[in-house]
């Protein structure tokens, strides 16, 4: 199971700001290697299999990349097999999910 950001944070993988400091990586960098780890998979693997940019992914696992559009990360979290909160929380992005699940469940009513 993926760490969540709360605990990543807490081990010192980021540092106060929120960005990579050395061999310091950040939540999203976490998230994606521990997944790639766990899983067996390297970086062309996942790419491949999900259709990801090989590029942008080398740059999030190196913390060159901290934040992602929409887009990018609910296709991110639907590679890894994660719900989408957890990518969006890792980017620092949780209100964007707190919208999303608000937006779709009114609009569950609406034809």
């Known amino acids: 199971m993926p760490k969540s950001v709360l605990q990543l944070s807490k081990s010192g993988v980021v540092n106060s700001n929120g960005g990579s400091n ?40 190196s913390s060159m990349v901290n934040t992602l559009n929409v887009e990018t990360a609910l296709k991110l979290a639907e590679g890894l097999g994660l719900p989408p909160s957890v990518v969006l929380e890792a980017i620092g992005k949780k209100d964007v999910d707190d919208m999303l699940r608000r937006f779709y469940r009114n609009s569950d009513g609406v034809t």
């Open 22 to 61: 050395g061999d310091r990586r950040s939540p999203l960098a976490e998230l994606v290697s521990e997944h790639l780890h766990t899983s067996g998979m390297r970086q062309v693997d996942f790419c491949r299999r999900t259709g990801f940019d090989q590029g942008l992914l080398s740059k999030i696992l």
